[in-house]
T-cell receptor
Framework: DAGVIQSPRHEVTEMGQEVTLRCKPISGHDYLFWYRQTMMRGLELLIYFNNNVPIDDSGMPEDRFSAKMPNASFSTLKIQPSEPRDSAVYFC?????????????FGPGTRLLVL | GQNIDQPTEMTATEGAIVQINCTYQTSGFNGLFWYQQHAGEAPTFLSYNVLDGLEEKGRFSSFLSRSKGYSYLLLKELQMKDSASYLCAVENGATNKLIFGTGTLLAVQP
């Protein structure tokens, strides 16, 4: 398996622009997670899906952030409009299950810089 | 509330042993994970503990004491490639979500 795939790997944009991050989870994994990593706050969970349905979006910073999972093999995280404080590394992860020892497998991340 | 504490940075010598500590406070506990993250790369799974005691996996071992809210990751026979950030993560028993610490940046020197 190719593992979790994310695109783009790097994104540089200007404040106010729309940014769309993409993720393909590992085939057969029922759970998909979006995380944001910064030096100050570490790795934070934004939202996760189970069988394409959003379960918990309490970590989404504000209404400028939205996430969708139209099918089992694709998810997007959109920021509109983007702001400089959104600059971070955004990771997508997937897992077979949620409880106990089910390991989350992370994608390579998207490094976002908002100028 | 939820809180995970681990040292920000550590330095160790190639061939030596290093212990990275993690203390946590969480409402409900469903296990503790350690992840390794090399600079510019994704976190990768190292270990999982849910019962008290030591789990050994090659050069890496992880220990858990639930009563003390404490875990450590032990790395033996350090190699230069072990230079990375080590993330402690606790699974919240109520939400099943992983709560990550900010990570410990380990530098292995010759």
């Amino acid at each position: 398996d190719a593992g979790v795939i994310q695109s783009p790997r790097h994104e540089v944009t200007e404040m106010g622009q729309e940014v769309t991050l993409r993720c393909k989870p590992i085939s057969g994994h029922d759970y998909l997670f979006w995380y944001r990593q910064t030096m100050m706050r570490g790795l934070e969970l934004l939202i996760y899906f189970n069988n394409n349905v959003p379960i918990d979006d309490s970590g989404m910073p504000e209404d400028r952030f939205s996430a969708k999972m139209p099918n089992a093999s694709f998810s997007t995280l959109k920021i509109q409009p983007s702001e400089p404080r959104d600059s971070a590394v955004y990771f997508c992860a997937s897992s077979l299950g949620l409880e106990g020892s089910e390991t989350q497998y992370f994608g390579p991340g998207t490094r976002l810089l908002v100028l | 509330g939820q809180n995970i504490d681990q040292p920000t940075e550590m330095t160790a010598t190639e061939g030596a042993i290093v212990q990275i500590n993690c203390t946590y406070q969480t409402s409900g506990f469903n296990g503790l994970f350690w992840y390794q993250q090399h600079a510019g790369e994704a976190p990768t799974f190292l270990s999982y503990n849910v019962l008290d005691g030591l789990e050994e996996k090659g050069r890496f071992s992880s220990f858990l004491s639930r009563s003390k809210g404490y875990s450590y990751l032990l790395l033996k026979e350090l190699q230069m490639k072990d230079s990375a950030s080590y993330l402690c993560a606790v699974e919240n028993g109520a939400t099943n979500k992983l709560i990550f610490g900010t990570g410990t940046l380990l530098a292995v020197q010759p």
